[in-house]
C-alpha cells in the first residue's frame, strides 16, 4: 500500500511548476497527470496559509477547495498536510522541486489531516481547512522546508491530486544574520500616444483608475514608504499629466474620440506627486526604450536624447527635484558597446539580471548584488537583479491558490540564499519589469515579511552601492540569439528612421521648428519602447499612426499648379501657385525638371517664405526645346535644395517650332512661285524667238519655187 502512495505521489509531483512569465507559482499537470486527475475526479487548490512568517508559538493555517471534475458523483475526500523530512539544501534543489522534476521525501503531521465528508456532485467544490501548532510540525533547524498538500479521494483511498510549496523556518531570529533587500520600483506603463496625444487604446486611461494597474503600483510603493526605490519613467507622468485637461482615445475608424473624466488623472497625479515628495527616486529613459537595439541600429541619438532629458522631465512632472538616473535595458540584458553608451548618457548606474554577468575572475562569489563594469566611456555600478524573485509577486489575474504559491516561493527564496551563508554580509536587489501587474496581496505580505521576518530586511540603493566590490573583475556574459530576436527588429528601426528623415525635411522648411516637431520627436522616441518587444503590433500601430500624421502635416505645403500650360514661343512663363496650410510660416525653394530633363531649362528658384495659412502664386520663366507636351515636374525643396513632400507635376506644350515651320513653307512657296514665272517667261522668249526668219533664208525661198523661167 505505501508503495502505491508513493508512486502515486510521484506521479502527480510534475503538475507543480513556477510561472516565471506569469509571475507566479502555479499548479501545472503534464497531460498525463491531467489524465490520471480526470480519472479520479478531484482538483484541489491551496488559498490561504498563514501566518506569513511562522514562529513557534505560532499555528499554521491552510484553507483551500477540493472540487470535483468528473461526471459522476463522489463521496468525499481526505486532506492532508505533509512536510519535507529534511530542509532545502539549496536555491537548486528548491527550483527543481517547484517545477515538480524532483519530490522530497515526506512526512505526515500530528492532526495534520482533514476529512471532507460532503458528497460533491460533478462540478461541485467544498472547502477544507487545517490549523496545526508550529510546535506539533517537527521542524528542525532554520531552513526552508517543503510543503505539501494531499488530497485522497474517499471512494478509492489514492492519492488523487496534490500542491506543492514551502515553508520557511526560523524559530531562533540571532542564527542567522539577515539578508538585505534593495527593492527598485518601476512606475511605467504601455506608450501608445501618438504626436497628437490621442490614445491608441484605453489602456494607460484605465491603469489610472482606482482600480488600475498604475494605481496598485503607485498606493503599495507609497504604503512601502523607505522599502521602494522608486524608477521613475518621465513618459508616464507626461501622459497623465497631459489628461488633467482631457483627452482622446483613437475610435474604431481612425478617428479621436473623446476620453472619459479628467479626474482619475488629476487624483492619481496629485497622489503621486504627494507620496514621492521624499521617498527615494530615479529617473530612468523616457519612454523606457530598447536601447541594445538602437545602439545596434546605429540610432545613437534617440538613446541620448531619451537618457538626458529624464531626470529634468521628472524634477518638472513631480514638483522636486530628481538628479539620479538608471539605466534599464529591456530584458536586463546588453552588451558592452551599449554600456558605454549609457555612460556617456550621464547614466552611473543600470539595473541588469544577475545572470547578465560572468563570474568573478579570481573565481570567488559575492553576497553583494551588484558589480562596477569597465566601459570605454569610464566605469558602471551594475545592480544585478534576482530573477526569480523578481518574478514572485503574482500579479493581478492571480487566483488566491496562484498567490499564495507565488509568495511562499519568494519567502522560500530568500530564506534560502540567507541559510546558504548564515554569517556572511548579503544584499540582493529586486527589479520587476517596468509594466509589472503586481498582485496586491502578494506584495503586500513580501513587505510586512521584509519587515519582520528573521531572514531578509529592507535596504537602500545607496547602501547597496557602497557595498559594491571594487577589486573584483566582472564581464559582460554573451548576448544569446533568443535575446537578439526578442529585441525590436532592424526592419522596425529603419521604418522609425525613415519618419524621422522625414521630420527633419519637415523641420527644414519652418521658420520656428520646434513649435511643430517637438511633438513627433517625442511620439518616435515612444515608438523606441522596450515595450513593444513584448506587443510587436501594439508598436506598430503607433509608427503607423505617425507616419499618418507627419505625412498629412508635411502635405500642408504643397504646389496648387497642374494641368496644361501652352508655350507660343520657345520661351514663356510658368505659373505656379505654392500654398501654405500650416500655422507657422514656411520657407521653400522649387526645382522643375522635365521628362526628359534636357528639353527644360528653368531659371534658379530660390527660398521663398510664405506666411502662414497664406497662398504665393509666382512666374518661373522657362525654355522648351522640341515641339510638343513636355511633362514637367514641380518639386518642393528645402532651403539647402533636399526634396520636400511630393512632386505635382504640369504639362508644358510648345506651338513655336510649328510656327517656325509654316514660314517656312510659305517662304518656300514663293520661292518656288518666283522659280515658275522665271521659267514660263524664259521659255516665251524662246518660242518668240523662233517664230521670225532671218533676210537671206527669206530671198531663196522665193526662186526655187516650181514653174520657174527654166520651164
Not at 472 to 478: A, D, I, N, Q, V
Not at 498 to 512: G, H, K, P
Not at 517 to 539: F, M, Q, V
Not at 670 to 697: C, F, H, M, W, Y
Request: with cysteine; aromatic share 4%; net charge neutral.
Amino acid at each position: 500500500m505505501r508503495s502505491r502512495q508513493i508512486l502515486a505521489v510521484c506521479a502527480a509531483s510534475a503538475i507543480f511548476s513556477v510561472a516565471i512569465a506569469g509571475q507566479a507559482l502555479a499548479s501545472a499537470p503534464a497531460a498525463k497527470d491531467q489524465e490520471d486527475q480526470n480519472s479520479t475526479g478531484i482538483s484541489m487548490s491551496v488559498d490561504s496559509l498563514a501566518p506569513v512568517v511562522p514562529r513557534p508559538k505560532d499555528d499554521l493555517q491552510l484553507a483551500g477547495t477540493i472540487t470535483n471534475t468528473s461526471d459522476r458523483e463522489i463521496g468525499g475526500a481526505n486532506v492532508e498536510l505533509r512536510l519535507s523530512q529534511e530542509r532545502m539544501g539549496n536555491r537548486a534543489q528548491l527550483a527543481k522541486v517547484a517545477d515538480g522534476s524532483e519530490t522530497p521525501n515526506t512526512r505526515g503531521v500530528s492532526n495534520g489531516s482533514v476529512e471532507v465528508k460532503a458528497t460533491l456532485a460533478p462540478g461541485a467544490s467544498a472547502p477544507w481547512s487545517i490549523k496545526v501548532p508550529m510546535s506539533d510540525l517537527g521542524l528542525g533547524n532554520s531552513g526552508v522546508y517543503g510543503l505539501r498538500v494531499d488530497a485522497t479521494s474517499r471512494d478509492d483511498s489514492q492519492v488523487t491530486t496534490s500542491v506543492q510549496t514551502f515553508l520557511p523556518w526560523f524559530p531562533n531570529p540571532d542564527s542567522v544574520k539577515p539578508t538585505k533587500v534593495v527593492w527598485l520600483w518601476p512606475l511605467s506603463d504601455w506608450p501608445d500616444r501618438n504626436a497628437n496625444n490621442v490614445f491608441l487604446t484605453d489602456r494607460t486611461p484605465t491603469e489610472i483608475t482606482p482600480t488600475g494597474r498604475l494605481s496598485r503600483v503607485l498606493d503599495l510603493g507609497i504604503a512601502a514608504k523607505a522599502q521602494a526605490e522608486w524608477v521613475v519613467d518621465p513618459q508616464v507622468l507626461q501622459a497623465v499629466n497631459g489628461m488633467t485637461t482631457g483627452y482622446q482615445v483613437a475610435g474604431p475608424n481612425g478617428g479621436a474620440l473623446p476620453g472619459g473624466s479628467p479626474q482619475p488623472a488629476i487624483d492619481w497625479l496629485t497622489r503621486t506627486r504627494a507620496g514621492l515628495a521624499t521617498a527615494a527616486v530615479n529617473a530612468t529613459a523616457y519612454a523606457v526604450p530598447d536601447v541594445t537595439a538602437l545602439n545596434r541600429a546605429k540610432m545613437t541619438q534617440d538613446v541620448v536624447q531619451a537618457t538626458t532629458t529624464a531626470p529634468e522631465a521628472v524634477t518638472a512632472l513631480l514638483a522636486r527635484p530628481v538628479t539620479s538616473s538608471i539605466g534599464w535595458p529591456p530584458g536586463n540584458r546588453t552588451d558592452t558597446k551599449t554600456l558605454s553608451l549609457l555612460q556617456k548618457s550621464g547614466v552611473r548606474t543600470v539595473a541588469l539580471d544577475n545572470a547578465a554577468l560572468l563570474p568573478p575572475t579570481n573565481g570567488g562569489s559575492s553576497g553583494i548584488s551588484s558589480a562596477v563594469l569597465r566601459t570605454e566611456s569610464g566605469p558602471l555600478a551594475a545592480v544585478l537583479t534576482d530573477r526569480v524573485l523578481s518574478s514572485s509577486f503574482g500579479n493581478a489575474a492571480s487566483s488566491a491558490s496562484e498567490a499564495v504559491l507565488a509568495r511562499q516561493r519568494f519567502l522560500a527564496e530568500s530564506g534560502q540564499i540567507t541559510i546558504d551563508s548564515p554569517d556572511s554580509e548579503r544584499i540582493i536587489a529586486l527589479g520587476p519589469d517596468p509594466r509589472w501587474d503586481p498582485n496586491s496581496a502578494v506584495v503586500g505580505d513580501i513587505l510586512g515579511a521584509l519587515r519582520t521576518s528573521p531572514w531578509m530586511r529592507s535596504t537602500t540603493l545607496a547602501q547597496l552601492l557602497a557595498a559594491t566590490p571594487k577589486d573584483s573583475t566582472r564581464s559582460l556574459s554573451p548576448v544569446t540569439a533568443g535575446s537578439r530576436r526578442a529585441s525590436l527588429s532592424p526592419a522596425y528601426l529603419k521604418r522609425v528612421q525613415d519618419t524621422q528623415d522625414n521630420l527633419e525635411v519637415f523641420s527644414a522648411i519652418l521658420d520656428q521648428p520646434g513649435q511643430l516637431t517637438e511633438k513627433y520627436s517625442s511620439a518616435l522616441l515612444r515608438t523606441t519602447s522596450g515595450a513593444w518587444r513584448i506587443d510587436r503590433d501594439g508598436g506598430t500601430a503607433l509608427l503607423n499612426s505617425i507616419e499618418k500624421e507627419l505625412s498629412n502635416e508635411m502635405g500642408l505645403v504643397r504646389v496648387l499648379s497642374g494641368g496644361v500650360k501652352n508655350f507660343s514661343s520657345e520661351t514663356g512663363e510658368i505659373p505656379i501657385t505654392i500654398s501654405n496650410d500650416l500655422p507657422v510660416p514656411v520657407s521653400v525653394g522649387m526645382t522643375l525638371t522635365g521628362d526628359p530633363p534636357i528639353r527644360l531649362s528653368a531659371q534658379p528658384f530660390g527660398p521663398i517664405t510664405i506666411p502662414a495659412n497664406r497662398k504665393i502664386s509666382t512666374q518661373i520663366t522657362a525654355q522648351v526645346r522640341g515641339n510638343g507636351e513636355l511633362p514637367v515636374r514641380v518639386q518642393l525643396t528645402t532651403r539647402t535644395g533636399t526634396p520636400y513632400g511630393s512632386p505635382a507635376e504640369v504639362t508644358l506644350r510648345s506651338s513655336a517650332y510649328a510656327n517656325a515651320a509654316t514660314w517656312v513653307v510659305a517662304i518656300a512657296f514663293v520661292l518656288l512661285t518666283g522659280l515658275l514665272v522665271a521659267n514660263s517667261i524664259r521659255r516665251r522668249r524662246e518660242r518668240k524667238n523662233q517664230a521670225v526668219p532671218l533676210d537671206g533664208e527669206q530671198e531663196s525661198t522665193t526662186s526655187d519655187a516650181p514653174g520657174g523661167v527654166d520651164e
